[in-house]
C-alpha cells in the first residue's frame, strides 16, 4: 500500500494518509455520529510492567530488585504504591488513575506480551502493531485491519494518529490520517496559500491523483475546520500534562468531541528503556508513569460521559527484567503489564495467570513469562467493543477460551 505525506516547511503540518482512502468522501454526514472509539496506546521502549503495576505479594518482587523496588502499600503514607487487590500495587506516579479503577472503569492484564522471545525493539515494536509475532512481511497493521472491517461511513476521520508519520498500527488499505495537531492539520506548501499550494504540490508528481484522493483529502481538511475542533476546550477540570503525550490524548478528545467520526485513534509515548537509574518511587521511571497517568486520567476526565463508549488500550513491545542490573536498572524481557480503561469494561480487576517470580518459574530464567498473548486482549477489546470480526483481525491465528472477561 502507498502512504502519502505532505510536511510544510518550519511549524507546519504533516498529513499522512495510508492506502487509498476509501471514507474520504465529499460529505460532512458524519459530524453528527457519536460511536464506539478504540485509542490505542504505544509505550515504546518496553516498560516496566513490575513498576508499573507491582505484585508486592510475590516475595520474589522484592528480593531481585535491592534499589528500585517499591515500597509495598502502606495505609495512609502518601508517595507509596497504592494497593489494588491485596497483592497487585500501582506505581505511585499513577495515583491519578486511582479513581478510575475505584469506578470499575480501569482494569489491568498482567504477564501479557508476544509469543516472539526478541529483545529488539524494533522487531518487536513491529510485531505487535502488524499482529503478527515473528513475520516480518505483513503489508499491514492490525488496527487498520478492524477499522477497515467497520462499516463503511462517510467519515474522513475513522482512523487518526497523532505524530508526524502514520505508525506501524495504522498502515493498511484503511485510509488512516496522521496529524500532529487539529490546529497545525493542514496541507498548504510554504506559499501559505491554501489551494494553490496544495494542488501545485500534487502537479509535481501525482497528477493522476487530483480527480480522487487528493481533492477529498483537501476537502477533508475543510470539513475538520468546519467542526471547529481546534477550539474545543478541555471539559470537567481536565488538566493534561504538558508534553507530546499529554498533547495528543488532548487532541483525540477534540476530536470525539468534535463527533468527526473517529472510530480510531492511536498515540505512543516515548521513553521507557531504563537501562540505567530506573528508580523507584522517584527517578527516571517515575516521571514517565507521571506524564502517563496523567494523561490517561485527565483524557477521561475531559470526556465525562462520553467514556461510555470509549476504550483506551495501552501496550509495550516487551517488559523488563525481574532483577535489576548493575546500573540501577533493568533490561530487556519478556512479558509486562496493559492498562485498558473505559465506561464499558469490568475493571477493577487485574487480569493475569500469573506466574510467579521465583528463577525456576522465569522465561530463561530471568524475565517474566508471557501467560497471556497480546492478540487476547486485543481481539477481545476490537470484538467486544469495535464489533469486529475476530477472524479479520490477526492472520492465521485463533483467540483461545475463555475470554479475558473485560466485557460484561
Known amino acids: 500500500m502507498e502512504r502519502r505525506a505532505f510536511l510544510k516547511c518550519g511549524a507546519c503540518a504533516l498529513v499522512a494518509l495510508a492506502g487509498p482512502p476509501r471514507f474520504l468522501v465529499r460529505t460532512a454526514a458524519a459530524a453528527a455520529a457519536k460511536g464506539k472509539v478504540l485509542v490505542a496506546v ?17 516475595p520474589g518482587y522484592g528480593a531481585a530488585r535491592s534499589s528500585i523496588a517499591l515500597q509495598p502499600p502502606k495505609t495512609g503514607e502518601q508517595d507509596r504504591a ?17 479513581p478510575l479503577w475505584e469506578n470499575r472503569s ?17 522487531d518487536a515494536q513491529d510485531y505487535m502493531e502488524s499482529g503478527t509475532p515473528g513475520v516480518k512481511s505483513t503489508p499491514d497493521g492490525w488496527l487498520a485491519r478492524a477499522a477497515k472491517a467497520l462499516p463503511a461511513t462517510p467519515a474522513p476521520f475513522r482512523a487518526v494518529a497523532m505524530g508526524p508519520t502514520l505508525p506501524r498500527a495504522l498502515q493498511g488499505d484503511a485510509g488512516a490520517v496522521a496529524m500532529q495537531s487539529i490546529e497545525r492539520f493542514d496541507v498548504r506548501a510554504a506559499d501559505q496559500t491554501a489551494g494553490r499550494g496544495f494542488e501545485s504540490l ?20 475543510k470539513m475538520l475546520k468546519a467542526a471547529n475542533a481546534a477550539r474545543i476546550a478541555p471539559a470537567n ?27 480510531v485513534a492511536f498515540a505512543d509515548i516515548q521513553g521507557w528503556d531504563t537501562h540505567v537509574g530506573q528508580g523507584a518511587e522517584q527517578g527516571r521511571l517515575a516521571l514517565r ?27 509495550s513491545e516487551f517488559g523488563r527484567t525481574v532483577a535489576e542490573n548493575g546500573n540501577r536498572g533493568t533490561d530487556h524481557g519478556h512479558a509486562t503489564a496493559m492498562l485498558a480503561l473505559g465506561g464499558p469494561l469490568r475493571g477493577g480487576r487485574v487480569y493475569a495467570r500469573w506466574p510467579g517470580l521465583a528463577r525456576a518459574g522465569l522465561f530463561e530464567a530471568r524475565d517474566l513469562p508471557v ?17 469486529v470480526a475476530p477472524t479479520t483481525l490477526f492472520p492465521g491465528w485463533t483467540a483461545p477460551a475463555p475470554p479475558l472477561g473485560l466485557f460484561g
Not at 491485596?86 to 486511582?98: I, M, R
Not at 460521559?305 to 501496550?315: G, K, P, S, W, Y
Open 237 to 263: 477540570g481536565a488538566a493534561y500534562p504538558r508534553g507530546p503525550f499529554g498533547e495528543a490524548m488532548k487532541q483525540i478528545a477534540r476530536l470525539i468531541k468534535a463527533n468527526v467520526g473517529l472510530e
Open 371 to 387: 501467560t497471556t498473548d497480546f492478540r487476547t486482549l486485543f481481539t477481545e477489546v476490537a470484538t467486544r467493543h469495535l464489533g
Open 82 to 98: 497504592v494497593d489494588l487487590d491485596g497483592f497487585f500495587a500501582l506505581h505511585p506516579a499513577l495515583t491519578p488513575l486511582v
Open 289 to 315: 508513569l507521571r506524564d502517563f497517568g496523567g494523561a490517561l486520567a485527565a483524557f477521561a476526565q475531559d470526556l465525562g460521559d462520553r467514556m461510555a463508549d470509549v476504550v483506551v488500550l495501552t501496550m
Open 106 to 122: 480501569l482494569a489491568v492484564v498482567h504477564a501479557c506480551g508476544s509469543p516472539d522471545t526478541t529483545r529488539s525493539h524494533f
Open 42 to 58: 504505544f509505550q515504546r521502549g518496553a516498560v516496566d510492567g513490575l513498576s508499573m503495576v507491582m505484585p508486592y505479594g510475590d
Open 202 to 221: 500534487y502537479a509535481q508528481g501525482v497528477r493522476d491523483l487530483l480527480s480522487g484522493t487528493g481533492r477529498e483529502t483537501f476537502e477533508a481538511v
